[in-house]
């Protein structure tokens, strides 16, 4: 069982910066793909970013791309998401997730086995 921590959400202007961190408790982190997922209300849970368990390998989704930076510190067993250029369109609740199987990148939601409580980002115009 891993349980998900995540912090850095808030409130900023367009252009902004913000800095998202997730936290896992266990000893198996880096053995874990990590995803980041947004929602915002009335939408699906939608793919943001992902990193495969080495960190060598990402993905973004094309409304992020060039902006959003996810990484990964499996000694401190954490995930980022370094979001720039904030925009209200990316205003939601902002989730991460663990793939157990940690093989390769997963962008559906269904394919990953543990979720934070989410963060609020609100970024005003």
């Known amino acids: 069982q891993v349980q998900l921590v995540e912090s850095g959400g808030g409130l900023v202007q367009a252009g902004g910066s913000l800095r998202l961190s997730c936290a896992a408790s266990g000893r198996t982190f880096s053995s874990y793909g990590m995803g980041w997922f947004r929602q915002a209300p009335g939408k699906e849970r939608d793919i943001v970013a992902a990193?495969?368990?080495?960190?060598?390998?990402?993905y973004y989704a094309d409304s992020v791309k060039g902006r959003f930076t996810i990484s990964r510190d499996n000694a401190k067993n954490t995930v980022y998401l370094q979001m720039n250029s904030l925009k209200p369109g990316d205003t939601a609740v902002y989730y991460c997730?663990?793939?157990?199987?940690?093989?390769?990148?997963?962008?559906?939601?269904?394919?990953?086995?543990?979720w934070g409580q989410g963060t609020q980002v609100t970024v005003s115009s």
């Open positions: 997730a663990a793939d157990r199987l940690g093989v390769g990148i997963r962008t559906n939601p269904s394919r990953y086995d543990y």
């Open positions: 990193v495969t368990r080495s960190g060598g390998s990402t």
